[in-house]
């Protein structure tokens, strides 16, 4: 191996470690309210159970590979909302294993809060003591600069990497998503907002919100070939 060779192969090497340490932890954030709790035992908790495990199971079913759905749990002030939005390239057996992770480590993150949304790399799940179907919900969003260090190895095969990370190659993936119970209408502001919140002085970045997503980076973070088309 020639000198350059093996410092090409050193540079891709750690890119690769750093990838397969940042998998372990597929959540990129959460929010608990800070406003409402439930105590342990209580109605809310059993109903909150319940609809947990109904999401998590429901995703198992391939009527749900549309990658989202919505849920209730019990009725009147104990009533439980919640829902679930995979990433529009997700398998429905990949979703499904996301939702399931997310329902147990949303428990764990925040314990005791009425409301919680959970953002993992690869869907999000959220629940509430209101309403939250075709409720456009654009408070508390996260912003996420670009790690710079995460290209799928594929490309490696196409590029050369530091081309690939340091924007010689032009080609930018972006992917945008709302919950599809939003109005066209709703989407577009979601979208909007989340677009204008982008790092432009990164090489990368997301942005999540309740209602919707908006991320770009220098390398395909999504499988173009299974993408969804949204319906027009
Ligand atoms: C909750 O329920 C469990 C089992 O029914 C019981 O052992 C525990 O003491 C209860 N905790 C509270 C705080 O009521
Ligand atoms: C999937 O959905 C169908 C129709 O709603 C239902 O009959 C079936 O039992 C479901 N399967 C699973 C595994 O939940
Ligand atoms: C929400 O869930 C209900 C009950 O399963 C279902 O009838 C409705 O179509 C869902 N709404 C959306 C927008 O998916
Ligand atoms: C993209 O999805 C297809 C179909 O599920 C799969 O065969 C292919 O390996 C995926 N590609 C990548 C890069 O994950």
Redesign the pocket.
Known sequence: MSCRASIIFLFLFSFLTSFSASAQDPVLNHVCSDRTTYSRNSTYSNNLQTLLSSLS??S????YSTGFQNATAGQNTDMVYGLFLCRGDLSPESCLTCVAFSANEILIRCPIETQAVLYSDECMLRYSDKTILSTLTTDRGVMIPSTRNVPPNYNYRKFDARKVIWTTQQTLYGLVQCTPDLTKQDCLRCLQLSINQLPTDKIGGRVLYPSCSSRYEVYAFYNETTIRRPSP
């Open positions: 199971l429901s198992a079913n391939t009527s």
